[in-house]
Structures are given as structure tokens and as C-alpha cells.
């Protein structure tokens, strides 16, 4: 049975903790190990943006042959993943301005603030200079769109598997029914998301 604010209750066969691992120690206050284990998950600040290029000023490179890349930490570079959506994704190629070819560009690392620390301006001037130093775009884009997320992606460093199964053996025990779910868990695809 959970309660509500407003005092409701409502009685379900099982309740998901679809919460990122800060805020779950914060509910699961009562449970030593889960609360302590939880608040301990480090989280890396992100930011994405999405660059929108007309095709012909794109057409030919051949880096948008592929569905994108991932830049490793040490490459000296902001970027940390580029994602052709337009060829990755069909229905992007095709839909409402099928002149218009799409790039998501990530950044943030755990550990850095780099990112973070730019204001949007400057966030996707680096960003575009890493993506034509890398794959040769270096086009103007008719369209730029930046997103950041604040402690947006959880650190499953070693040991995390052992660490999750005391929460959850804790869990089982103290709140039977309650489960955790989400990328703070069990991966931070989407894939693993949906399989939590």
C-alpha cells in the first residue's frame, strides 16, 4: 500500500522505483544499506545537442555512411558521442523536413565538469570543432537544439552488481514488492531500461 501526499492510499501487487539512485535513497530513508548504497551512485552531468544541417551541405561526407561514434575519454576532445539520426533512425530521415539531415552530439564525463561549466554558446562552438575535426562537418547548421541534464547518467563503477544485490536483498526483505528499476540499476541503454 503506498500513501499519497494527499493521504490516498493505493494498493497495487508491486510498486517500481523508476527513480534515479539519489532520489531512491531518499525514499528508501528507512533501509540502512539501500539508502547509504544508493546516495553513494555517482552521476555525470550531461548535455546533448541536436544540430539540423541541410542536406546538401552534408551530402557525400562519409562519416553520415554510419550510425555514429563514440570518442574515447582520453581523445582530448568535448565530444564524447556523435549520433547520425537521420541515418540511424529512418523515420527521421523522412519526416517533417526530409531537407534537413540531423546530428545529436553528446558531452559531459564523469569526473568533469566541462560541460557543464559552458554556457550553450560555447558548448555547441566546441562541440561543432570536435565534430569537424572528427568527421570532417563543418557545415553551418540550420537548426541547433541544446539539452542538459544535471546529474543525467549514472556511474556503474566495479563493484555495482554486489553493491545492487545487497539493496535489493534489502529491499526484498524490508519492502517486499518494491522493486528498482532504471539505469541506475541494470544499465543505461535503453534496452537495459526496458529489460529493468
Known sequence: ????????????????????????ARVLAELPTA????????????????LGYPRAAVAGLPALAGNGMLVPSGSGTLLKAVTHLSTKWPHLDTGDDPDTYLVRLSAGRAGSSEAADLD???LVTR?????????????????VLVRRWH??????????????????AELESGWPGVQ?????????????????
Open 151 to 168: 546529474t543525467g547518467i549514472p556511474q556503474l563503477t566495479v563493484g555495482h552488481v554486489g553493491r545492487l544485490r545487497a539493496v535489493r
Open 127 to 143: 562541440l561543432r570543432a570536435d565534430l569537424a575535426r572528427l568527421e570532417g562537418i563543418d557545415a553551418e547548421p540550420s537548426h
Open 35 to 50: 539508502s547509504r548504497v544508493l546516495a553513494q551512485t555517482e552521476q555525470a552531468d550531461t548535455a546533448t545537442v541536436v
Open 1 to 24: 500500500t503506498v500513501v499519497l501526499d494527499g493521504g490516498q492510499e493505493v494498493s497495487a501487487d508491486a510498486v517500481a522505483l523508476a527513480l534515479p539512485a539519489p532520489a531512491a
Open 180 to 196: 528498482l528499476v532504471g539505469a541506475s540499476y541494470d544499465g543505461i541503454g535503453l534496452t537495459s531500461c526496458i529489460a529493468s
Open 120 to 122: 550553450d554558446d560555447a
